[in-house]
């Protein structure tokens, strides 16, 4: 089992930078791999951004493509998003998320752990 922590949100203002941190638990970390996804109010969740096991592969939705990183420490247990030229729809909960399938996926139903979450807030 894998336990999630986000941080690193806060409010920005469009045009701005921020960098989320999601810390695991466990020390099977590398045999996950993991998704950040986000959910505005009243909105479905829609998934941002996935790294594969070894962090070799990536996926980035259409939305945040240029404009986001995901990365991996797999001795610190952490993944990382990283996102510049953030705009007011980027506004969301941040959640990222683990599942044990060895490929990237964007199926949000096909992860297994999650966090808790963490607010971004971007002004106009």
């Known amino acids: 089992q894998v336990q999630l922590v986000e941080s690193g949100g806060g409010l920005v203002q469009a045009g701005g930078s921020l960098s989320l941190s999601c810390a695991a638990s466990?020390?099977?970390?590398?045999?996950?791999?993991l998704g950040w996804f986000r959910q505005a109010p009243g909105k479905e969740g829609e998934f941002v951004t996935a790294?594969?096991?070894?962090?070799?592969?990536?996926s980035y939705a259409d939305t945040v493509k240029g404009r986001c990183t995901i990365s991996r420490d797999n001795a610190k247990n952490t993944v990382y998003l990283q996102m510049h030229s953030l705009k007011p729809e980027d506004t969301a909960a941040y959640y990222c998320?683990?599942?044990?399938?060895?490929?990237?996926?964007?199926?949000?139903?096909?992860?297994?752990?999650w966090g808790q979450g963490t607010q971004v807030t971007v002004s106009s």
């Open positions: 466990g020390r099977t970390f590398s045999r996950y791999a």
């Open positions: 998320a683990a599942t044990p399938r060895v490929e990237i996926t964007r199926s949000i139903t096909l992860y297994d752990y």
């Open positions: 790294i594969s096991r070894s962090g070799g592969m990536t």
